[in-house]
């Protein structure tokens, strides 16, 4: 199965690509500096920007998923604005791009635990965007991640999700869970 998954190299992204090995994936990126490390993942990498439209559509229209996957996050800078941004525009975009080239499915990351303000906006509208893709949409309710690479060292305040936990069961549900919305937490 042809899976594409924009944040293919955030932290889930990472944790959950290498249980995809039976099936062909495509990896986004915006940075040159990580198309080697999402081929060792065992994706097939793609330079661009989820901001640019026209090259995402291109791109996504060029490796034809089924399942097109949003696990995109701006958190590695601490800013909740690019974070909330990139929800919605970025997850506007992947949405559109997915619907051109016919994917007939979408995956969205979500989260599990409250947020307030434009972050709890945000989530909303990427998850309603993703529940008015034309095909089947998935959202999947993360705890808050935790281990090696994360924010967090240790479990923080629940819900949680060991990362490595997270990456398996992303896995599966990307291509077994049905429409709706799965809550991954520990």
Known sequence: MRILIAGATGVLGRATVPHLRRHEVAGLTKSDEKLESLRELGAQPFLCDVYDSETLVRV????????????????????AEANNRLRREGGANLLAAAEVAGASRLVVESVAFPLDGDGMVAVNELEQTAREFPGESVILRFGRLWGPGTYYRTPAQP?????????????RLLVQAPPGTHLVTE
């Open 159 to 171: 819900p949680t999700i060991h990362i490595d936990v997270a990456g398996a069961t992303a896995a």
């Open 60 to 79: 996504v229209q060029r490796f034809r998923p089924r399942i097109a996957a949003n696990f995109l996050t701006a958190l590695a800078n601490g800013s």
